[in-house]
DNA sequence: GTTAGACTTGTTATACCATAACAAAATCAG
DNA sequence: CTGATTTTGTTATGGTATAACAAGTCTAAC
């Protein structure tokens, strides 16, 4: 996924936020100004953003410049299911299918940063058998495959011709 | 993994040091004082050691007290296959299959935090594939389970009856 | 055995990531 | 309105990791 690719990511962010006023409606919790606005820059983009980067910006638009701030609008987001935490690069990544009970499993390209959520069944399941087999319960799954996106492929591609 | 259970935990450890030195020497590297008693320290437990742990226990013995001496150490058995970062712990764990090149895929206790690292060729492939669908080229891959081992999970069990 | 170069370690400083603890303010239900 | 609950403000601190440069050590070639 390139900077400039196809996709109007107004529309990302968008359905996200309608997504989340509903969910939170749906579930009694208040979607207040610091966490909407958080979960909004943290929709700019596809490349998960660091909770201090999170900080400076939120900052900047008035809001407080504690790290509790941050991280209680994080811990929100978190636990209603609105973003993702990739835990190999400590950011936070928003969700686009948090109406879904699902696991993030995620691409994570070295190049350009973007970083895209995948979903598959197959795999959860070989999991689950698989720590069955050693006995194990299985509760949570941290999945982050990092390499070239289609898009830094051809590039690459394109220097080396 | 209980604490107590069968295993006689220093044929872990001396297999693991006596693969590192091979391995060392091997490529020309130099598994130096303070690499080689980190490399142990790690290898104490089957749970993952964070750095700054690592870094009391080698000030306690004498080593240099400052981070970068216990980062360098990482730096080097973590290039080396010797160890593997748990991301999602941010600590360290002895690889028990140094020589062979391999994946870290682990199950994390939530309980009794040991750690056990697991082969699966079968993931591995539908991961691999599974990125190639989306145009990605894979390069790395985090797998970290947690959820109950089979020792806690018996334990939970007989807590309840 | 001396010396140049590479590698390793020492040292200081700093940046980044995250939470504890308690006070103040806003919101909501009765 | 008022008391209870939730959210936010504030200060402080703990945990994770690296930059930059100096000093020491090892090794290979002379």
Known sequence: MSEENAHNHNDCIDTALATAETLCLAQGQRLTKVRRRA????????????AYQLLAKLAEEGFN??????????????NAGLIHKVESMNAYLGCAHADKEHKG?????????????????????????????????????????????????????????
Chains 1, 2 share one sequence.
């Open 39 to 50: 979960l909004e820059l943290i929709w700019e983009s596809h490349r998960p953003l660091g």
């Open 65 to 78: 410049s504690a790290p509790p701030t941050v991280y209680r609008a994080l811990d929100f987001l978190l």
């Open 105 to 161: 499993y995620f691409l994570i390209c070295d190049e350009c940063h973007n970083v895209m959520e995948f979903d598959y069944q197959d795999i959860h399941a070989s999991l689950v058998a698989k720590a069955a087999q050693h006995g194990f319960e299985l509760r949570s799954e941290t999945i982050e495959l990092t390499g070239l996106c289609a898009d830094c492929r051809g590039m690459a591609a394109e220097v080396r011709a």
